[in-house]
């Protein structure tokens, strides 16, 4: 059965192309920066989002106009299962992404919901067989469900801890069965509202439990999927405990964590933080720790995660400037956790949407290699700070100098020479890059 059967396999057409289903830039062989796009970019689809997501605000109903939906229960989830391997094909994206409850409903007992999952993860495993399609991760949905309402690996009840933890571990048996490349914990309600009631080193300890008792099974298991960790601030606690990239970091560090987990850092989530995403990538590459991307983009005006699929070419050539500065993704890739807006409600928007966001992440790749290649932002930073290779500045980064070192240096009142930052002109050959004019 086919639920688009009006749409064709998409093309790459070029940047002339006028047809709206077709790559103006993503060509998945096209070599860039000594690899291809496909191997560069490691796209997939958010399976909650494109198959599961209905248009539902918190001031209205659904308006999404999708095939699957006149069924329920089991049966539904096994059409969005068909649904979405026909979208991976046409689409052309080689990875997809969900959370356990995404493909399968929760049932009353944990039995139940396990057994739910094996239906679904039996058929999909059927579907891999023939399909270009893998699993770039799954993560274990614990926020939605009432039973975390005081979260899940930092609950303050410890049967909700322990129904968590069996959750995790059925998460983890999930990716082995159908070769998840990465497992990652987004802790949706792991944070707290005020400190009158909470315990946040008990907590954060607690939390801490999980993850080494999810290390321990996974290794148990065979499991060798990389772990991340999505960091996330304010929504929906006030107080969440993985903020953003250097919070996140800090806890990996004080519970020796580190070597075990890397980021799998989002757009809108660093809009919520109060950063750009490119300081987000540069804060986890400068530790090591830079594993996956969710691609989508918030908006500066409104106070909470949109997640609108990304069009935006300069955060997108900044990204993918970080990026190619890590040596690449690794095991991760660029899954668009993004939605379609509640007015797009009909099936070929899906494709507009995921084409656009391709087609962006594609235009920022062969930018930021293009920027890599001429030195671009390197020749900037070097000639900043080009100060610390004269002798006093040598002597400060190589550990020799001392507070009277320096101060003598001070005493013989040098003239300070600042450089200007320059700040309009790096902005104005940026877009000069994006437009293609260098």
């Known amino acids: 059965m086919s639920h688009f059967s009006d749409i064709n396999v998409i093309a790459y057409e070029g940047p002339s192309s006028k047809n709206p289903l077709a790559f103006k830039h993503y060509n998945p062989k096209e070599v860039v920066a000594g690899k291809t796009m496909e191997e560069h970019l490691r796209f997939a689809t958010a399976y909650w989002h494109t198959f599961v997501a209905d248009g539902t605000d918190m001031f209205g109903r659904g308006t999404a106009l999708r095939p699957w939906d006149s ?11 068909e649904a979405s391997f026909e979208f991976y094909e046409k689409l052309g994206v080689p990875y997809f992404c969900f959370h356990d409850v995404d493909i399968a409903p929760e049932g009353d007992t944990l039995q139940e919901t396990n057994k739910n999952l094996d239906v679904i993860v039996a058929m999909m495993k059927d579907y891999m067989k023939t399909s270009k399609a893998k699993l770039l991760w799954n993560t274990a949905n614990m926020f939605t469900n009432p039973r975390y309402t005081h979260g899940a690996g930092t609950s303050s009840n410890a049967v909700v801890y322990a129904r968590a933890a069996a959750q995790v571990k059925k998460g983890l048996e999930v990716g082995k069965e159908l070769g998840a490349q990465n497992y990652v914990f987004w802790g949706g309600r792991e944070g707290y509202e005020t400190l009158l009631n909470t315990d946040m080193a008990f907590e954060l300890d607690n939390l ?23 960091p996330k601030p304010k929504e929906p606690t006030k ?13 990996l560090y004080r519970y020796d964590l580190k070597d075990h987990f890397k980021l799998n850092l989002e757009a809108n989530h660093a809009t919520l933080a109060g950063h750009t995403f490119e300081h987000e990538l540069r804060v986890a590459r400068d530790n090591g720790v830079l594993g996956s991307l969710d691609a989508n983009q918030g908006d500066v005006l409104l106070g909470w995660d949109t997640d609108e ?5 300069y955060t997108t050539t900044l990204t993918m400037h970080e990026v190619l500065k890590n040596g690449g993704l690794g095991k991760g890739g660029v899954n668009f956790d993004a939605k379609v807006r509640r007015g797009s409600f009909e099936p070929v928007d899906l494709f507009y949407a995921h ?12 930018v930021a290699a293009k920027m890599i290649e001429d030195n671009y932002f390197e020749n900037i930073v070097a000639d900043r700070y080009s100060s610390f290779k004269s002798e006093v500045g040598e002597s400060i980064v190589s550990g020799k100098a001392t507070l009277k070192s320096l101060e003598e240096f001070a005493l013989q009142n040098n003239p300070v020479n600042n450089k200007s930052g320059r700040l309009e002109l790096i902005r104005a050959t940026l877009n000069q890059y994006i437009l293609g004019d260098l």
């Open 208 to 230: 801490a439990r999980l993850y080494r008792m999810a290390i321990d099974y996974a290794k148990e298991i065979g499991f060798d999927a990389q772990f991340l960790i999505e």
């Open 355 to 366: 084409i656009a966001g391709m087609d962006a992440y594609a235009k920022g790749l062969k």
């Open 239 to 251: 107080h969440q405990y993985d903020f953003d990239a250097a919070t996140t970091i800090a806890f």
């Open 309 to 313: 699929f990304p069009y935006d070419l």
């Open 71 to 81: 069924y329920s229960g089991l049966d539904q989830a096994k059409f969005r299962v």
